[in-house]
């Protein structure tokens, strides 16, 4: 049986959960990442994606974040999303939303690299949006 360790899902405007958890699938900016107990320290950027946690009980719960990043030690996680909302909650009209201001943005920027930040940012929520978008 897997160690427990504490996990918490923190956005600026709520802490979304906190507790003892088994797993955490994070969406790092290198890669989808799963994080267990004992896990080496490590701080990664999180992308725009699916975050699965797999509480002691065994629940399994999933949430949307819209970047951030992960704190990550032996004893626990922290996950500092820029914005996360449950799966269940995410709508196709809220996806919409952020892929058009992301657009609008990138329309008036003038450095390349913020030009290429976004246009990866719209990426990632295209995908986003047909991984869990719903009416």
Do not use: W, Y
């Not at 899902?9 to 890669?31: C, D, F, K, Y």
């Not at 004992?38 to 719960?61: C, D, E, L, Q």
């Not at 992960?70 to 996360?84: H, K, N, Q, R």
């Not at 719209?122 to 047909?130: A, F, P, R, S, W």
């Amino acid at each position: 049986m897997a160690d427990n360790f504490n996990f918490e899902l923190v956005s600026p405007e709520r802490l979304l959960l906190s507790e003892m958890v088994t797993e955490v699938v994070i969406p790092a900016t290198e890669g989808e990442m799963t994080v267990m107990a004992n896990h080496a320290p490590t701080m990664t950027t999180i992308k725009p994606g699916v975050v699965s946690v797999r509480s002691a009980s065994g629940v399994k719960k999933d949430f949307v974040v819209f970047g951030g990043f992960a704190d990550i030690l032996p004893t626990g996680c922290t996950l500092l999303a820029e914005s996360a909302i449950p799966v269940e909650d995410v709508s196709k009209d809220e996806l919409d939303r952020r892929i058009e201001a992301a657009k609008a943005e990138l329309e008036d920027a003038h450095h390349h690299e913020h030009k290429s930040k976004l246009e990866h940012f719209i990426m990632e929520m295209t995908h986003l949006q047909g991984v869990v978008g719903k009416d």
